[in-house]
């Protein structure tokens, strides 16, 4: 069983079985991550009929995204993961758009970065060629199919975009792929990309 959650826009769990998914929560609350996320993931777990027990990994998504948010996914999946004596592998939340669409060829995954900006990446089959990074709506170096959270925030930029939302089951799809093709380092380090909106806070 795998335990795979985002905050690097939604608060988003997934709880599946091997590739088939077991339970899903996701919620739209952009200042809420932490009051949301537990009670999620104790909510899939328990409709999966999962217990502590039957985690044998935590998936993340690492951002990018804007500081706070994205931390308390990735707090909570070091702590659970620690506390249950699982490995926990993290992987760019834009990837699991990207990876959703690999049959479009092309894609070019937005994320809402604040500031009148937006997190990008493109991917080509569902695997990542190019980014993160972060830039104006009109600097987005756009190939093909425009997807992802930032499509909503932005449609009068790109009026075909489809505004998908991360989900964490296809970071799991993505995380099995790399394992399988060898990569043992999946680190859950964020990508912030840009300095925090608070400045001074110890740790920031």
Do not use: N, Q
């Amino acid at each position: 069983m795998i335990l795979a959650l985002d905050t690097s826009a939604a608060v988003a769990v997934a709880v599946l079985d091997g590739d088939e998914v077991k339970a899903s929560r996701i919620e739209h609350a952009p200042r809420g991550h932490a009051e949301l996320l537990s009670g999620l993931i104790k909510d899939a777990m328990t409709e999966a009929g999962c217990g502590l027990g039957d985690v044998e990994s935590i998936v993340v998504g690492t951002g990018p995204a804007p500081f706070t948010g994205l931390r308390v996914g990735l707090v909570t999946a070091r702590t659970l993961g620690f506390a249950w004596g699982v490995p926990v592998h993290g992987t760019c939340s834009l990837d699991a758009i990207g990876a959703a669409l690999a049959d479009e060829g092309d894609v070019t995954v937005i994320s809402d970065a604040r500031r009148k900006e937006l997190y990008w990446a493109t991917y080509r089959d569902g695997v990542r060629v190019d980014g993160p990074g972060v830039a104006y709506p009109t600097d987005v170096p756009v190939a093909g199919l425009v997807a992802g959270p930032g499509a909503a925030v932005y449609f009068e930029t790109f009026p075909e975009g489809r505004p998908l939302d991360v989900e964490p089951a296809w970071l799991a799809r993505v995380v099995a792929r790399r394992l399988a093709a060898g990569e043992a380092d999946l680190p859950t380090e964020p990508l912030y990309l840009r300095r925090p909106d608070v400045h001074g806070v110890p740790g920031a």
